[in-house]
Nanobody, 121 residues
Framework: QVQLVESGGGLVQAGGSLRLSCVAS????????MGWYRQAPGKQRELVAV???????NYADSVKGRFTFFRGGEKNTVYLQLNSLKSEDTAVYYC???????????????WGQGTQVTVSS
């Protein structure tokens, strides 16, 4: 069983900052990629940032220069630093990982439960 647990969401004023974290745990043989997605009310879930196992990171144009996706020192832990937040960043943020479970050879996607980020203007 593989679990992703996010934390760090909250309410912040426009221009403020938050840091989200995501920890992957369980029977993990390898991780192909990890990413952050978000879903605002009435909108489809969208990619925010994704990192490959080689550390290559891509960002949505809407967050480039404001958000930073990085690995933590702890195993299977990643962070999303959100700076210069705007009201349009308000959404539930989900951690995603393409994980190769122990004893298997193919990766599959897992999702966290989501963490709410609310930016007040």
């Amino acid at each position: 069983q593989v679990q992703l647990v996010e934390s760090g969401g909250g309410l912040v004023q426009a221009g403020g900052s938050l840091r989200l974290s995501c920890v992957a745990s369980g029977n993990i043989s390898g991780i192909n990629s990890m990413g952050w997605y978000r879903q605002a009310p009435g909108k489809q879930r969208e990619l925010v940032a994704v990192m490959t196992s080689a550390g290559i990171t891509n960002y949505a144009d809407s967050v480039k220069g404001r958000f930073t996706f990085f690995r933590g020192g702890e195993k299977n832990t990643v962070y999303l630093q959100l700076n210069s937040l705007k009201s349009e960043d308000t959404a539930v943020y989900y951690c995603n990982a393409n994980v190769i479970p122990s004893g298997q050879w193919r990766g599959r996607d897992y999702w966290g439960q989501g963490t709410q980020v609310t930016v007040s203007s």
